[in-house]
């Protein structure tokens, strides 16, 4: 099993990294679910007070992916999300190359919605991308897209963590006022969305510097092979370099579009349908799609014993922000005999865990699904061994460790070597009280 992080959170297995973290898919001991789990790695003061910004965000939306909760344990902390399995928009991008423009209408209707919910907020996302953008794994159902990844959003007015000619955001989703210094605004957020349709239509990266020079020397340039001309008519209002002349808000631009699909022709009768597939991945042994297989039930709360050196016992403890229950510390119960319903085993005993835990090599599925600019890998400290569930029938309990105890229930007298060292302390303090007399 993983690590309980703040008596709440098992870490399972690592589904993002970037430079500061790492994003692992998680199990919720208090709301009994898989989430996303973002754990700061740096704990630097410029990074923790990044993550407080992130994690203070609390935007409900079908279409934003922004951080439910959030716990502290020793020197490291986390926040968690909704789990979000379809990968980005690069994996759909990956799998069917330019997708068809009534399938990017839905993709950019649904942005612009959740991109109108965060700027109700007053915050400026800043790094509108399509790594950032996750979707639900709905098969070949109708699609549905989540914005995430908060890490460099403001409110405007705000007080910038860079210096003020230094660019944050990811390069090629620029608006161009960010590159001279302007202050975010809820426009530059708006060119990042007309770069991201530019992409999902044509099934590569924009260049966003050769547009804007486009624009400025020869005016709005003709709509792209393939892509409808009232479609484009909105997504060139969005990349005009000149914020002034763009979209000045994402609900305006959504009415746009709206527009705009009922003049698309009709879908091709041989056109595929586009489907999002799983990109997580199965779970690793040990879970299941209702949690933890080998832990047993949670037990009433009770002071963790480990931290003291005792002998493990149940526990409960909650951290920070949660007070839910942990996984279960017991040792291994002893296992029924399956060869009668009555006869029990005794326990197993447990091998030493490795001297470190690495995190799993990352297929395609696993490293872009958060993107670049998520929190980057993690080595996390060896698991505590799980407890197996409860056997059916009464079973021999693991002995805890006792006082001993002599004859007839009395306390037997300390070992020979502590009555020496606590006769060996007396004559001491006996020498130095004679030597003091005699000085008098």
Sequence with gaps: MGEVFAGRYELIDPIGRGGAGAVWRAWDHR??????????????????????????????????LAPASWAA??????????????????HVIGDYGPLPPRFVCTLLDQLLSGLAAVHAEGVVHRDIKPANILMEATGSGRPHLRLSDFGISMRKGEPRLTETDYVVGTPGYFAPEQLMGAEPDFAADLFAVGLVALYLLQGSKPDSRALVEHFLTHGTPDAPQGVPGPL???????????????FRTATGARKALAGAVELLPPPAPDEDPVEVFDQLGPLPPGFGPDGPTGTAPSAPAAEPAAASGAPAQPS??????SGGPSVTLAAEPARTDPRGASATVPPV????APAA??????????????????????????????????AATAAVPAVPAAAPVGRRGAIAPPPPKAVASLLAAAL??????VWALTQL
């Design 316 to 321: 409960t403890a909650g951290g920070a922000g």
């Design 31 to 64: 709301r009994r679910r898989y989430v996303a789990a973002k754990v700061l790695l740096q704990s630097d003061a410029h990074t923790l007070l990044r993550f407080v910004r992130e994690q203070a965000l609390r935007i409900d939306h079908p279409h934003v």
């Design 349 to 352: 005993p447990q091998q030493a």
């Design 232 to 246: 484009w008519d909105v997504v060139a209002n969005l990349l005009q370099p000149d914020p002034q002349n763009r």
């Design 357 to 390: 835990v690495h995190a799993p090599s990352y297929g395609p599925s696993y490293g872009p699904s958060y993107g670049p600019s998520e929190t980057g890998s993690f080595h996390l400290p060896p698991p505590a061994a799980p407890a197996a569930p409860g």
């Design 73 to 90: 344990d020793d020197d490291k902390v986390l926040f968690t999300m909704d789990l979000v399995g379809g990968g980005s928009l690069g």
């Design 428 to 433: 001491l303090c006996f020498a130095v009280g």
